[in-house]
């Protein structure tokens, strides 16, 4: 679908113009006002829509109203959700083109961009027959700026949905390294097997070696013209996590194609970086392989060197992406960034917490996580704080290693968030656990099921607004 912005639209031959109504006020059609407001009572509470076929009483040859809710309510996320319902229900009439003329003082572009991107994603590359898609719309009234930037989200979040819908066949470690690489603007280094070992990234390579893939470390880094911070991005990027020899029931293996959900939203944000060109140097970090069952498998009861020298003892097989985030933690740290933000599908028990509302967040500067959770709030997308006690620590010690890789099932997202500050060092740090916001078993808002590219706009707006 193609997005355009054009001066004024309400007077140009279309197929649908697409209108807003406030609660309790009139629109800027009078045929609207006479059917919609006066004769059906139509409201316009926040995504309602009402469809009006004009018959030849106006330019378009339908008029599609969208409720905005209360006016002194109406914000940037509202807008982006009354959009996406907007192109749901044209995407039900089949509708090819429309044009939005929204008769309001804000400039959100940006966000009607964002939400109609959203609401038209699809994945349907292996349909031989394809649901239907509009060709285009035009927005009239923002500014280009507004459009443009939108669209450099938007496109971000495709990124990221479209390699976490991936299958595992495809999407394997090779091929993020592909994408990574193939990024413009950047400046990537992709580590081999033989290079990770001479890192020392004894958890990360224990991971990966049950599979016939062959794992692959990457950096991407982008530096701006001017450098006010340095921000390292963590991706979990495990391609298929079958739990390994503590083998997954079927039913939890499923969707575990998308346990590089965090690496997927990494490359999206490294993707958009170079068109926004902020003041910061952001390093993308990606430790990628396959958790595997094989003769070549790593065992419950192996003991492993992390980069930083801490032993850890396999508790769990199926722990996996707390070990390869403890090298690229181990990694990052040494870059001396200001910042570093890891991001993973890491645990079920934050699907259990928070289920598929809110991502869970922990780390050790309390006033980068709630820098995280008010620019999260600002685009759409909810961070609940877990807290970090350093109680929880306790299952995971070790009689003969340093720690265990798991400890007890309950409180299992904050276990897994002390695990990982022993390789955090001298660096603010923040954990971002999106196991219950990636990937939607049923349609959700805008969404539609399937990965939801988590994180993305968050963490591009943070490395933007630093
Ligand atoms: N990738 C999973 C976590 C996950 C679960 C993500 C459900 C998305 C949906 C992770 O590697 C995992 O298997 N975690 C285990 C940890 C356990 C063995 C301590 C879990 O959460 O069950
Ligand atoms: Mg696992
Ligand atoms: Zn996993």
Known sequence: MEIKVSENVSSALCEVLVINKFE?????QEIANKFAVEKDGFEGKLGETYLIHTLGQSTADKIL????GKREEFNENKMREAVGKAIKKLQQIKAKNASFDFDIENDFGKSAVIGASIADYAFDKYKN???????????????????????????????ARDLANESAQIATPAKLAEVASSIEGLETKIYEKDEIEN???????AVGQGSAQSPKFIHMKYTGKEVKKRIALIGKGICFDSGGLDLKPAASMLTMRDDMSGAACVLGVMSAITKLQPDVEVHGIIAACENMPSGTSYKPGDVLTAKNGKTIEVDNTDAEGRLTLADALCYACELEVDEVIDIATLTGACLVALGSVASGIMGNDKEMINKLIETGADCGEKFWELPMFKE???????DIADMKNTGSRYGGSQTAGLFLQEFVKDVKWCHIDIAGTAFLEKPQGEFISGATGAGVRTLLNYVKNN
């Open 24 to 28: 309790g006020e009139r629109t800027s």
């Open 65 to 68: 109203v969208v409720g905005l």
């Open 129 to 159: 027959k394809k649901p239907h898609h509009m060709d285009e719309i035009t927005f009239a009234k923002f500014s280009e700026e507004q459009i443009n930037e939108g669209k450099i989200f938007a496109d971000a979040m495709k990124v």
């Open 199 to 205: 890192m020392k990234m004894g958890a990360f390579l």
């Open 392 to 398: 929880y620590f306790n299952s995971l010690k070790s």
